[in-house]
């Protein structure tokens, strides 16, 4: 077992609000992570604080075994709160401008338009999207920089049954690549299918990490189980 990633009694609080308290998690390299939890557990701010976007308030983030700083962000890839495009813009000019910013070979941008299945989109804007192609279009701009870990958050939010399937599959196809990939939600069905590693969220604190056990106990039983344990200890 490599890990990949860790938190170590990581907290972030606003003001007086503890949002985060003393989280503490184990990602695997080259499995899915799936974080788990209702609204407002805490699961976006963590992402954020694993991505740079906010700071802790006390704890550590490990990156392969290194203390997490900024010229590590070169091999984390991140949808949060939805991907950013333009939506002027075809795909192919999304990823244009975003390789040029970063000053990436232009040859990914066929290579991740193949990854996720976008290849076929030619001169259409992508505010004409379905909300399941914007998102692969998001995750094919996470990717541009070939990162070891993707981090996305909520990625099946707002998605059809097919826009769901699509983006399973395009998941346990980059595992198999080799990427690592932590993923909220709070639908716990689309954990349950794609999550090696789960961690449940509550409040702001860690509630259980564990492996996804499929078909030994249901999702929502364990869920239900430690939530009510939540409960019970409050």
Do not use: W
């Not at 938190?7 to 990602?27: E, G, M, N, R």
């Not at 509550?202 to 009510?228: I, P």
């Amino acid at each position: 077992m490599t890990i990949f990633l860790q938190t170590q009694q990581l907290s972030k609080q606003f003001k007086s609000q503890v949002v985060l308290d003393d989280i503490s998690i184990q990602v695997e390299k080259g499995q899915v992570y799936g974080l788990l939890g209702p609204n407002g557990a805490g699961k976006s701010t963590l992402l954020k604080l694993i991505t740079r976007v906010l700071m802790p308030s006390s704890g550590k983030i490990l990156f392969r075994e290194e203390l997490l700083q900024q010229h590590h962000l070169q091999q984390i890839g991140s949808i949060i709160e939805g991907p950013a495009i333009y939506p002027n813009l075809t795909a192919r000019e999304n990823l244009e401008v975003l390789t040029t910013l970063l000053e990436v070979d232009p040859e990914r941008i066929e290579q991740v338009l193949e990854q996720v299945n976008l290849t076929y989109t030619g001169q259409k804007l992508a505010k004409h999207f379905s909300l399941g192609m914007k998102q692969r279009l998001g995750i094919a701009m996470a990717l541009v920089n070939e990162p070891d870990l993707l981090i996305l958050d909520e990625p099946t939010n707002g998605l059809d049954p097919v826009g769901t399937q699509e983006l399973r599959t395009l998941i346990r196809y980059l595992t198999e690549q080799g990427v690592t990939i932590i993923f909220s939600s709070h639908i716990l069905s689309e954990v349950g299918h794609v999550a090696d590693t789960i961690g449940i969220l509550n409040q702001g604190q860690l509630c259980y990490e564990g492996a996804n056990d499929r078909g030994q106990r249901s999702l929502e039983t364990l869920f239900m189980e430690v939530l009510r344990q939540e409960v019970d200890a409050s």
